[in-house]
């Protein structure tokens, strides 16, 4: 979890985002009632953590088998991509493997929301719903 001080203008009280893992307190709150806010919220903030951080293995170890079955150098996720459409994308690229690899072998694919190469990149973007 990190803590993000935030200017007192942009936000009048505490708050906290699961996705991010950010508490954000104006820069004017107290440490007691930041301790208070962060103790009330810790025990349903650790098991969001930790299902997150399950969550991120899981996907890790997916990426790794894909890496593994079309002979990649790396295989990422686009930032904007929702972990279950990664993970149904890695699926498919496994489904595929035996087409795809002779064409992936040795690059970097990146599964985003649609297919592409930007300028100055060295990653090839797949849709994570591409069809064959």
């Known amino acids: 979890m990190s803590l993000c001080l935030v200017p007192p203008a942009e936000l009048q009280t505490l708050e906290h985002s699961v996705v991010t893992r950010v ?6 709150v107290h ?10 919220c810790g025990p349903g ?6 299902r997150a951080a399950a969550q991120e ?5 997916l990426a790794q088998q894909v890496e593994r079955g079309l ?32 064409h992936t072998e040795g690059t ?4 985003s929301h649609r297919n592409g190469i930007k300028s100055g990149e060295t ?6 719903d591409f069809e064959m």
Not at 23 to 28: L, P, S
Not at 88 to 93: K, M, N, T, V
Not at 108 to 111: D, K, T, W
Request: hydrophobic share 40%.
């Open 123 to 128: 990653v090839v973007d797949i849709a994570h």
């Open 23 to 28: 508490v954000k307190a104006a820069g004017t």
């Open 71 to 102: 002979l990649l150098r790396r295989l990422s996720r686009d930032p904007l991509l929702a972990p279950e459409d990664f993970r149904s994308g890695c699926h498919r690229l496994l489904r595929h493997r035996e087409h795809l690899w002779q």
């Open 57 to 61: 293995k899981e996907l890790a170890t």
């Open 108 to 111: 970097a694919l990146r599964l």
């Open 45 to 50: 903030l650790t098991r969001l953590h930790q």
């Open 31 to 40: 440490p007691l009632d930041l301790f208070d806010y962060v103790s009330e």
